[in-house]
Nanobody
Framework: EVQLQASGGGLVQPGGSLRLSCAASGFTFNNYTMSWFRQPPGEGPEWVSSIGRGGGSAIYADSVKGRFTTSRDNAENTLYLQMNSLKPEDTAVYYC????????RGQGTQVTVSS
């Protein structure tokens, strides 16, 4: 059974930083591209970033490019999202997914950017 559990969210002021983690289990982690999505309150999901199997390349939505960095530790089956220069519009529940399949998401983590 695929399990994905995101953590590390919280309340942060505009301009602040957070680092999200996603613990993966139930599949061979290093065989798959992994992604981050977010879902703002009352809205649909938005793709944020994806990273290749080896972790050497990542792509980003224009809305986060230059501020967010995705990485992975295949030895620990863990995906990361470093978020800097946070804005109020980054407020959302953040999910990690296997490949770019939002249906594979597990537990998300709430990020709230507010003064």
């Amino acid at each position: 059974e695929v399990q994905l559990q995101a953590s590390g969210g919280g309340l942060v002021q505009p301009g602040g930083s957070l680092r999200l983690s996603c613990a993966a289990s139930g599949f061979t982690f290093n065989n798959y591209t992994m992604s981050w999505f977010r879902q703002p309150p009352g809205e649909g999901p938005e793709w944020v970033s994806s990273i290749g199997r080896g972790g050497g390349s990542a792509i980003y939505a224009d809305s986060v490019k230059g501020r967010f960095t995705t990485s992975r530790d295949n030895a620990e089956n863990t995906l990361y999202l470093q978020m800097n220069s946070l804005k109020p519009e980054d407020t959302a529940v953040y999910y990690c997914t296997k490949q770019s399949d939002f249906r594979s998401r597990g537990q998300g983590t709430q990020v709230t950017v507010s003064s």
